[in-house]
Nanobody, 128 residues
Framework: QVQVVESGGGLVQAGGSLTLTCTTS????????MGWFRQAPGKEREGASC????????YYADSVKGRFTISRDNSKNTLYLQMNSLKPEDTAMYYC?????????????????????WGQGTQVTVSS
């Protein structure tokens, strides 16, 4: 049984930093592309940042480029998202996703597909 578990969310002031962590079990981690998606109230889930199984290709949404850094440690089956210079508009539930595909362009960030393995999410709230 595949499990995807996010952690590291919280309340932070604008300009602050957080690091999200996603751990997985039940899948061959280095065979899966991973991604961080986020969903704000009343909005669709969107891909914030994604990374290919070997770490050789990454994608960042324009809204987070230059502020967020995605990374993975295949020896620990763990995905990270370092978030700096946080803004109130970054407030959302952040979800970790896994899928063995990597479409050209934005990778698995292109769509939040139901077939992905999803975690339960971790809340990030940025106060102004």
């Amino acid at each position: 049984q595949v499990q995807v578990v996010e952690s590291g969310g919280g309340l932070v002031q604008a300009g602050g930093s957080l690091t999200l962590t996603c751990t997985t079990s039940g899948l061959t981690f280095d065979h899966y592309a991973m991604g961080w998606f986020r969903q704000a109230p009343g909005k669709e889930r969107e891909g914030a940042s994604c990374i290919r199984w070997d770490g050789g290709s990454t994608y960042y949404a324009d809204s987070v480029k230059g502020r967020f850094t995605i990374s993975r440690d295949n020896s620990k089956n763990t995905l990270y998202l370092q978030m700096n210079s946080l803004k109130p508009e970054d407030t959302a539930m952040y979800y970790c996703a896994a899928d063995p595909s990597w479409p050209s362009g934005s990778g698995i960030c292109s769509q939040a597909l139901a077939r992905y393995y999803w975690g339960q999410g971790t809340q990030v709230t940025v106060s102004s």
